[in-house]
């Protein structure tokens, strides 16, 4: 069992930055893949980011490339997305997710592959 809880949201203006935390408690260790996910109002929920267990293999979805980056230390059991350049489109409930059952080589970007979520914090771009 592993929970994870997610911090740093909040209200930021167009072009600002924000750095999203997910820190893991329960389990022995902190090798598994995990993600970033995010549901906007209105919309599915869509990948964003994943990491490898060891960062050696990270994904970006096509609208956080070149802006979002993802980071982790598992000594520190935290992951985190640090996310610059802002745009109102990026406003939503940002979801980190671990993936502990099957495989726990390389990342995954289907948010199907995971199996521990966290509750979610809220972002919000304002224009």
């Known amino acids: 069992q592993v929970q994870l809880v997610e911090s740093g949201g909040g209200l930021v203006q167009t072009g600002g930055s924000l750095r999203l935390s997910c820190t893991a408690s329960?389990?022995?260790?902190?090798?598994?893949?995990m993600g970033w996910f995010r549901r906007a109002p209105g919309k599915e929920r869509e990948f964003v980011a994943a990491?490898?267990?060891?960062?050696?293999?990270?994904a970006y979805a096509d609208s956080a490339k070149g802006r979002f980056t993802i980071s982790r230390n598992n000594a520190k059991r935290t992951l985190w997305l640090q996310m610059d350049a802002l745009k109102p489109e990026d406003t939503a409930v940002y979801y980190c997710?671990?993936?502990?059952?099957?495989?726990?080589?390389?990342?995954?970007?289907?948010?199907?592959?995971?199996?521990?979520w966290g509750q979610g914090t809220q972002v919000t771009v304002s224009s």
């Open positions: 329960g389990g022995e260790n902190m090798h598994y893949p």
């Open positions: 997710a671990a993936k502990l059952g099957g495989l726990r080589v390389g990342k995954y970007v289907n948010s199907y592959d995971y199996d521990y």
């Open positions: 990491t490898a267990w060891n960062s050696e293999a990270i």
